[in-house]
């Protein structure tokens, strides 16, 4: 069983997923709603020709997805979920966290706490929420 995030936009999907491309690599694809084929029905009422109908990165077998909210009532207000990205160490989680964060808010630094040896929270500058960490050793 795998559970994927599938996040919503207000319009900046692209952005978005093009900063996540930089931060963690993969190859990306953006279907738009003009790539929508005549016969997939309709587009939604008043829908922009470059909106983002499904994005997705896949970085080895992490695949993030999401797109913009069609639907015109969604404000970028993500609330009761985060998105944890686990890092195989303490440098790479810097480098992850101050990129997400840059432009955001940091609603917990990133440092070592008694289950990680590197964990933070924030919220990207689209709105994302994430926890990035170091998962512990494991023992043997």
Not at 20 to 34: D, H, K, N, P
Not at 42 to 58: E, F, Q, S, T
Not at 105 to 122: D, K, N, R, S, V
Request: one cysteine or more; a negative charge; charged letters at 20%.
């Amino acid at each position: 069983m795998a559970f994927r995030p599938y996040l919503a936009f207000d319009g900046n999907c692209r952005e978005a997923f093009s900063r996540y491309q930089e931060i963690f690599g993969g190859e990306l694809v953006l279907l738009t709603m003009a790539d929508t084929p005549a016969d997939a029905g309709p587009p939604p009422p008043g829908a922009n020709a470059d909106a983002i109908m499904h994005a997705a990165l896949m970085a080895g077998d992490a695949l993030l997805m999401g797109a913009d909210d069609m639907s015109g009532s969604f404000d970028g207000t993500v609330e009761g979920i985060c998105v944890n990205c686990a890092l195989p160490d303490v440098a790479e989680s810097k480098r992850v966290f101050d990129a997400l964060s840059e432009g955001g808010e940091i609603q917990a630094p990133l440092e070592e706490t008694f289950f990680a040896p590197a964990f933070g929270m924030c919220t990207d500058r689209f709105g994302t929420p994430w926890m990035v960490m170091v998962e512990p050793p494991v023992e043997s």
